[in-house]
């Protein structure tokens, strides 16, 4: 049966005709990104284009399955959709090897699209998103999984809760192992690296090779080589252990060799800071006049370099000692555990000369204790089952079906007799800062002419028509963190918007300073305008500033007057005012980004009160907060 056949008799011929010609955009080819890929172009799509930065890495293959060794270090943008239209031949599909967050991807592009998916293990480029799918005002699918917990939502601008209605912690407490041996960015991608793969592959359990035959035509005739390489340096790092040059063998391979065999990936640093290679004997020298005691190293403060090389030779040796072969010959092993303080040690100090290479802030002992005991590993068949909802969602989300639309989650647990939960998507937070806001487009013709103060005359001139945005007299711009423009601050009036950086692709806000004084509900809502250039078919005589994008507002409720039992945003939790009830959202980005998952602690007080307060935020019941917190019982409890 053809799938249009399949499609019709599910949704209707309606969603089958919209489904087949619908424009999709999947932002990352990973762990759900084959996965996904994979589904839409076996269910009808037949145009997709994909994004991501990321190039294919070994570690990647025992989950990723669009993937195959000959693909290693080759972009996983360009060899997915390649994987996809050999599925389906017919497929209209496209790569694009970038980073999404760059200008280029502004606005109008976005906006090309019916629809936008994120299979995303970046907490900003998700919030990058979030965004630019608010602004072009397209439906975005958000998803996540973390081990055996899964999930997927739909966003779409003044109808449903966007990704950042509920505050997100900056540190990340679960990571998977995954794309972090060639890449890292932050402390948790180097402790993860020193963990999951340094510790293991020197002192853990050996396991026997792959089998790395395949054709060796000319395409993959290097790759291969490359590989029996790798391999034939960790049979090295073997023999030489329980040596003198133990440490120095291990260090020379993974600081310096394997540094220079990244930085001789030149695309790979386009977008990204090089590594810096490190030297052994340099370092040993300076430890020599160091005061820093290995055997006693502080746990609370960051280590120098000197003093992370000086822990690494020490602690190598001190493992290396405890494996000493045994009477028959053979090779023990080291489980870590953050309690064996020569393993922990290991790998705090391998984990700061990765940081110091990288460029990353440093971590102390302490800190990478508690980091290396929250590491998920990711799941495959998650990515799968979280894929697979994915998909079902966007088909209803391009028939226009979204009342049929909701949250699921993916959770193990023995005693549930269902893995997959859902609930109606949830309505936007009204205090939020990111989609309680106003998308407008503001086109500029000329970026050098055109100053700021012209675009706040322009913006004072629109309270006299149809297009009032009842911002007053009184206002401020501001772009991220910058002050453009207030009553106080005019310095930048005369500027061009070239000269304050402000290029297409770039947002400001704008807001109205006398909220004492605001007469409409629209007042109070702030305004962003995403500079774009003319439209094509403008561009003989372009308007030297427009604003556009009016009639795509959504209605926005009045804000109610505090009470003492609003909840409201701060810092990482949501607090209410008597401090009986918390709600702490961790979105720690997993493998392939991660659910949503709300720990909710509600203590000494009323069922009936708990449940009304939780309903401020959306959660709904005590039956609703246990399939929110879809990890274990003892992380949604309502106790009297």
Same mark, same amino acid.
């Given at each position: 049966?053809?799938?249009?056949?399949?499609?019709?008799?599910?949704?209707?011929?309606?969603?089958?005709?919209?489904?087949?010609?619908?424009?999709?955009?999947?932002?990352?080819?990973?762990?759900?990104?084959?996965?996904?890929?994979?589904?839409?172009?076996?269910? $009808?799509?037949?145009? *997709?284009?994909?994004?991501?930065?990321?190039?294919?890495?070994?570690? +990647?293959?025992? =989950?990723?399955?669009?993937?195959?060794?000959?693909?290693?270090?080759?972009?996983?943008?360009?060899?997915?959709?390649?994987?996809? =239209?050999?599925?389906?031949?017919? *497929?209209?599909?496209?790569?694009?090897?970038?980073?999404?967050?760059?200008?280029?991807?502004?606005?109008?592009?976005?906006?090309?699209?019916?629809?936008?998916?994120?299979?995303?293990?970046?907490?900003?480029?998700?919030?990058?998103?979030?965004?630019?799918?608010?602004?072009?005002?397209?439906?975005?699918?958000?998803?996540?999984?973390? $081990?055996?917990?899964?999930?997927?939502?739909?966003?779409?601008?003044?109808?449903?809760?966007?990704?950042?209605?509920?505050?997100?912690? #900056?540190?990340?407490?679960?990571?998977?192992?995954?794309?972090?041996?060639?890449?890292?960015?932050?402390?948790?991608?180097?402790?993860?690296?020193?963990?999951?793969?340094?510790?293991?592959?020197?002192?853990?359990?050996?396991?026997?090779?792959?089998?790395?035959?395949?054709?060796?035509?000319? @395409? +993959?005739?290097?790759?291969?080589?490359?590989?029996?390489?790798?391999?034939?340096?960790?049979?090295?790092?073997?023999?030489?252990?329980?040596?003198?040059?133990?440490?120095?063998?291990?260090?020379?391979?993974?600081?310096?060799?394997?540094?220079?065999?990244?930085?001789?990936?030149?695309?790979?640093?386009?977008?990204?800071?090089?590594?810096?290679?490190?030297?052994?004997?340099?370092?040993?020298?300076?430890?020599?006049?160091?005061?820093?005691?290995?055997?006693?190293? $502080?746990?609370?403060?960051?280590?120098?370099?000197?003093?992370?090389?000086?822990?690494?030779?020490?602690?190598?040796?001190?493992?290396?000692?405890?494996?000493?072969?045994?009477?028959?010959?053979?090779?023990?092993?080291?489980?870590?555990?953050?309690?064996? @303080?020569?393993?922990?040690?290991?790998?705090?100090?391998?984990?700061?000369? =990765?940081?110091?290479?990288? $460029?990353?802030?440093?971590?102390?002992?302490?800190?990478?204790?508690?980091?290396?005991?929250?590491?998920?590993?990711?799941?495959?068949?998650?990515?799968?089952?979280?894929?697979?909802?994915?998909?079902?969602?966007?088909?209803?989300? #391009?028939?226009?079906?979204?009342?049929?639309?909701?949250?699921? %989650?993916?959770? %193990?647990?023995?005693?549930? !007799?269902?893995?997959?939960?859902?609930?109606?998507?949830?309505?936007?937070?009204?205090?939020?800062?990111?989609?309680?806001?106003?998308?407008?487009?503001?086109?500029?013709?000329?970026? !050098?002419?055109?100053? &700021?103060?012209? #675009?706040?005359?322009?913006?004072?001139?629109?309270?006299?028509?149809? /297009?009032?945005?009842? &911002?007053?007299?009184?206002? !401020?711009?501001?772009?991220?963190?910058?002050?453009? %423009?207030?009553?106080?601050?005019?310095?930048?009036?005369?500027?061009?918007?070239?000269?304050?950086?402000?290029?297409?692709?770039?947002?400001?806000?704008?807001?109205?300073?006398?909220?004492?004084?605001?007469?409409?509900?629209?007042?109070?809502?702030?305004?962003?305008?995403?500079?774009?250039?003319?439209?094509?078919?403008?561009?003989?005589?372009?308007?030297?500033?427009?604003?556009?994008?009016?009639?795509?507002?959504?209605?926005?409720?009045? &804000?109610?007057?505090?009470?003492?039992?609003?909840?409201?945003? /701060?810092?990482?939790?949501?607090?209410?005012?008597?401090?009986?009830?918390?709600?702490?959202?961790?979105?720690?980005?997993?493998?392939?980004?991660?659910?949503?998952?709300?720990?909710?602690?509600?203590?000494?007080?009323?069922?009936?009160?708990?449940?009304?307060?939780?309903?401020?935020?959306?959660?709904?019941?005590?039956?609703?907060?246990? =399939?929110?917190?879809?990890?274990?019982?003892?992380?949604?409890?309502?106790?009297?």
């Amino acid at each position: 049966m053809r799938t249009t056949e399949q499609l019709t008799r599910i949704f209707g011929q309606e969603a089958a005709t919209r489904v087949s010609t619908a424009r999709l955009l999947v932002v990352g080819a990973g762990g759900i990104g084959c996965e996904l890929l994979k589904d839409l172009s076996m269910s $009808g799509f037949q145009h *997709i284009e994909a994004v991501d930065l990321d190039t294919i890495d070994l570690s +990647n293959l025992n =989950r990723q399955f669009l993937f195959q060794r000959r693909h290693i270090k080759r972009p996983k943008s360009e060899v997915a959709i390649q994987a996809i =239209r050999d599925f389906n031949p017919g *497929i209209d599909a496209h790569a694009r090897q970038a980073n999404i967050k760059e200008p280029t991807f502004d606005v109008d592009w976005f906006s090309q699209f019916d629809l936008v998916l994120n299979a995303l293990d970046n907490l900003e480029a998700r919030r990058h998103v979030n965004t630019m799918c608010l602004a072009a005002h397209v439906p975005l699918i958000e998803s996540g999984t973390a $081990g055996y917990l899964g999930q997927v939502t739909v966003i779409k601008g003044g109808e449903t809760e966007c990704f950042e209605c509920h505050p997100k912690p #900056v540190e990340r407490k679960t990571f998977p192992i995954c794309t972090i041996r060639s890449t890292p960015s932050a402390p948790i991608h180097c402790i993860v690296w020193a963990k999951n793969y340094l510790f293991a592959q020197l002192f853990g359990e050996r396991q026997d090779d792959e089998d790395m035959t395949a054709e060796e035509d000319a @395409e +993959n005739m290097e790759e291969l080589k490359q590989l029996r390489e790798e391999s034939m340096a960790l049979a090295k790092l073997a023999e030489a252990m329980g040596s003198l040059e133990f440490a120095r063998v291990v260090f020379e391979k993974v600081f310096s060799s394997d540094i220079a065999r990244l930085l001789s990936m030149a695309d790979m640093w386009k977008h990204r800071q090089p590594p810096t290679q490190l030297d052994y004997d340099e370092l040993e020298s300076a430890a020599l006049d160091s005061d820093f005691d290995p055997m006693s190293p $502080g746990t609370h403060s960051a280590m120098s370099l000197t003093d992370a090389f000086a822990l690494f030779k020490y602690t190598a040796a001190r493992l290396a000692q405890r494996l000493d072969s045994d009477e028959q010959g053979t090779r023990g092993s080291i489980s870590f555990d953050k309690d064996d @303080e020569d393993a922990l040690n290991f790998v705090a100090a391998t984990a700061s000369l =990765r940081s110091y290479v990288f $460029g990353i802030d440093q971590t102390s002992i302490f800190e990478t204790k508690a980091m290396a005991g929250n590491i998920i590993p990711a799941i495959a068949t998650t990515n799968a089952v979280v894929a697979g909802m994915m998909v079902t969602q966007a088909i209803m989300v #391009v028939s226009e079906q979204m009342s049929r639309c909701h949250t699921a %989650y993916v959770s %193990y647990n023995s005693k549930r !007799s269902r893995s997959v939960l859902s609930e109606p998507l949830a309505l936007p937070n009204p205090v939020c800062a990111v989609c309680r806001r106003r998308y407008l487009t503001l086109r500029v013709a000329d970026l !050098s002419r055109t100053t &700021l103060g012209d #675009v706040v005359d322009y913006l004072h001139m629109l309270a006299e028509t149809e /297009n009032n945005l009842y &911002l007053g007299e009184d206002i !401020s711009v501001v772009e991220g963190s910058r002050i453009l %423009y207030d009553l106080d601050f005019e310095d930048n009036m005369e500027k061009s918007m070239e000269e304050l950086g402000l290029w297409r692709g770039r947002m400001i806000t704008v807001a109205r300073e006398d909220l004492d004084d605001v007469e409409s509900v629209a007042g109070t809502v702030p305004v962003v305008l995403s500079i774009a250039g003319p439209r094509v078919e403008d561009a003989s005589q372009p308007l030297d500033l427009d604003i556009e994008g009016f009639e795509l507002i959504p209605e926005f409720a009045p &804000l109610p007057p505090p009470t003492p039992d609003e909840a409201v945003p /701060n810092g990482d939790q949501l607090h209410f005012a008597d401090d009986d009830v918390a709600v702490v959202v961790d979105d720690s980005d997993g493998d392939e980004g991660l659910a949503t998952l709300h720990h909710v602690k509600v203590d000494n007080i009323s069922d009936e009160l708990a449940k009304r307060k939780l309903s401020d935020i959306g959660v709904r019941g005590e039956s609703s907060i246990k =399939r929110r917190a879809v990890a274990t019982d003892d992380e949604a409890t309502i106790s009297e």
